[in-house]
């Protein structure tokens, strides 16, 4: 179907109908390589745009939150979106899901966000299915719990109590798939409230701001500081006409620029919180990993009515056991029961039990601290490395986590050097996609690359690094 | 906030808002107690009442479907939502999610859908699961394929076209957690296609529906008769102005009344579908278990880009294990990839790759021969039972699978034998909760009680069958 844009005055003939089978973002894609549609183009607001093609408004929402991704437009909070200027050239097949990246193997893979799983305990993994099978009774097989089963949601209670300082009971608890379903979960609750959008840092990982977009809800930015998240900015946004609903905080260690939130914020965020109903969601997503001092405890012990935690398995064993946990305030425990019930039931009984067994034994403890050592002696040869070659990083990033970010000089363009590293198969990620205007918004953003030094294995950790500094030294020479 | 239903002409004042953590269900339902709102008041429609409210239409449309499954209002296809008769009692506390029945342990359980638990073949699995930690690669540990582990995938179509006739391909097939979750998924991805609406048989299970009523589309009914679903029904249901985009169809063994699709009907559904370009849902939920003859192969093999074949490990296996898995037309393919990959991402890869070990090894198929012999026999006590006292009951819905119903004389009251076996801890589930229109509906309707015999552990199966058999002859004399 040829249509015409008549919302926005734009007289363009967008070749696309629903149940083709062809994606409206490939359409939008295909128009702006053809050039029918010029860099600085606005293009219709979502609404208008779906009133026109008469298909759901998520779907030119998830299509706007692709294309946006992939560089085709750009959005900025407030302001209508835009065709962006293709100033590099376009891969011929742009990524359908751009992370993880798929179907591409890095020789030396330095992506964030990823932890060494040939560290995966396997025999103690084995041995917990076993002590798990032997225990378990039919009824635990059948239909069960759909915030999880009662035994490992006892056992996060006390794990998350003991390591990360959670104010955890077993009831509040709930067991998802992985921190996208847990996320993409909450904001379906928060969207069934009323809720129109939910705050992120800025910046922050672009994917759990798609899954939020896939949910039906807006994401607005909040800047970040060498403090963490600027809550006088989040102050700001909320005393504003479209106030969101709820603020995704990386607070023990900002995710990709790796402050720890300072306890003066701490306190400010919980009492702006507390004064205007806003919902704090925690991600912890790394908060086991931290080298230089003691763990920072949980921001949701100050505030466990106000505040989501939000953990997960993806770093401390494996992205690909879809393992996570939430401990929610009193009045999510229903509405999340609900909503999981209408998602998947439950998480498989099996995997829920063995890894309480995991937890139960004391091994997942030692897995995680064995992991600690690694990933500390890690981070010190990438600091040593970014040294030796000149490049700047925050001493303040590097205290925690599985990543780094190298901060690029005002000359040097992250895609250059983005480019270069492909070429030498090196999997890194730029810091430009964490920014929500995209690197190229209103304010000028350090340009920098995230270096994940968990990821590859042993071996190849080294050489892989070798392999980043000669990119690096080459760029900055 | 009181509100007035100035859309529908009422003057009603609703005590809610949106954000208090009450939800609008229980409000309605106060509401109804109270008798502030009368039997036979129409309800404004979901979009009125969202539009009032100010809250999304789906929180309207749950609410509406919780309330009708519980029995508080009538919904009819085309009629407005009514305020029910509430001529029993109602539970003080109703159930938030009435299937399956949780929290309550019945002595004896003969809920239908659910296998007997203590056949779960825990050695194998276990065996299973060492050659699956065994062979894992680490890059299998990371993120993975949203449709599923290459692996899985590869047996899965192996196992379907050899048991079932599916026509698979590895690459078309999707592994997902659980029936639900696969017609969630699918439901919101033809709902963002610009489907309104999806059309099951009349009868069929209700919490089925229900997973498509979350997903945002209205529901309709399809009658079915001995020879299954009334195609020719369909066809006129299709030819109206407000056609639904699929059809859900129980082709092996229909539920709950167990007619198996005639092949002349097999033949006229798929030239109907071809010819409307309406997709098929064939839901196999226990195609494996014929008794008399051979396994009725999968519709599926007629037109596989016309038809999604869905099955399940919850029959077979365990529903604990939420595991099942979808064989795709083409065109679907990529869409259900992107829908799985903002659920979840993908299924848990460990138990992924242990259930293709399981199935590799041939043990998943014994242990569905152990399950056949053993269901059989106890088909063949249930029906000597159901004979002796005097219970009728379809002699083609026998033939397969793991339920039967007993249908009940004219002035036998369905609510009265449930009753009665409640009081006995008896679990069995009426055949009025399946009829789209409610048991009271405009056609007259047969009452019946739909006994799962595969629930109970063996030893407990005799008991829990002589309990049955006491409360119908009670009622039966």
């Not at 995997?351 to 004391?362: C, D, K, M």
Request: hydrophobic share 45%.
């Amino acid at each position: 179907m040829a249509i015409e844009w008549t919302s926005s005055g734009l007289d363009l003939h967008l070749d696309w109908a629903r149940g083709t089978g062809q994606g409206l973002a490939d359409a939008i894609r295909q128009a702006v390589r053809d050039g029918r549609l010029a860099a600085g183009t606005r293009l219709p607001s979502t609404r208008a745009l779906a009133a026109d093609l008469d298909v759901a408004r998520g779907t030119v929402t998830r299509a706007y939150a692709e294309l946006t991704a992939e560089g085709y437009l750009r959005s900025r909070q407030g302001a209508p979106t835009v065709v962006a200027e293709l100033s590099q050239p376009l891969p011929e097949t742009p990524p359908q899901r751009p992370w993880p990246p798929m179907g591409h193997e890095w020789r030396w893979n330095l992506l964030p966000g990823r932890p060494d799983t040939t560290l995966f305990p396997s025999t103690n993994w084995l041995a917990a299915t076993r002590r798990a099978l032997a225990g378990m009774t039919a009824a635990d097989l059948n239909y069960g719990n759909a915030l999880g089963h009662a035994g490992l949601r006892a056992e996060l209670a006390d794990y998350l109590g003991r390591v990360r300082g959670v104010a955890a009971v077993p009831d509040r608890v709930a067991v998802c798939s992985g921190y996208s379903q847990a996320l993409g979960l909450l904001a379906g609750v928060l969207r069934a409230e009323g809720a129109r959008s939910i705050a992120f840092e800025d910046p922050s990982l672009p994917e759990c701001r798609q899954v939020v977009i896939a949910a039906g809800l807006d994401v607005v930015g909040v800047p970040v500081d060498e403090r963490g998240l600027r809550v006088d900015a989040l102050a700001a946004l909320l005393a504003g006409p479209d106030a969101p609903a709820a603020v995704v905080v990386t607070a023990a260690h900002q995710y990709p620029l790796g402050a720890t939130l300072h306890p003066h914020r701490r306190a400010e965020l919980v009492e702006l919180a507390r004064a205007t109903g806003t919902l704090v969601i925690e991600d912890d997503y790394d908060g086991e990993f931290r080298f230089d001092r003691q763990p920072v405890g949980a921001l949701q012990a100050m505030a466990p009515d106000l505040v989501v935690y939000a953990g997960t398995a993806s770093k401390t064993l494996a992205p690909g056991l879809r393992l996570s946990w939430l401990v929610l305030p009193e009045r999510l425990i229903e509405p999340m029961r609900t909503a999981k019930f209408f998602a998947d039931r439950h998480n498989g009984v099996i995997e829920q039990l063995t890894f309480a067994q995991l937890l139960r034994s004391g091994h997942y403890d030692q897995h995680v601290r064995r992991c600690r050592t690694r990933y500390r002696r890690r981070r010190d040869r990438v600091v040593d490395t970014l040294t030796a070659v000149g490049a700047r990083f925050d001493p303040a990033g590097i205290a925690a986590g599985l990543h780094v970010v190298a901060l690029l000089g005002d000359g040097v363009p992250e895609p250059a050097v983005l480019a270069r590293a492909a070429r030498r198969s090196i999997g890194v990620e730029g810091l430009g996609r964490c920014w929500l205007g995209g690197a190229d918004g209103d304010r000028p953003h350090p340009a920098g690359i995230v270096i994940g030094y968990a990821a590859p294995p042993e071996h190849a950790f080294g050489p892989a690094l070798r392999a980043l500094a000669d990119v690096l030294s080459e760029e900055m020479s």
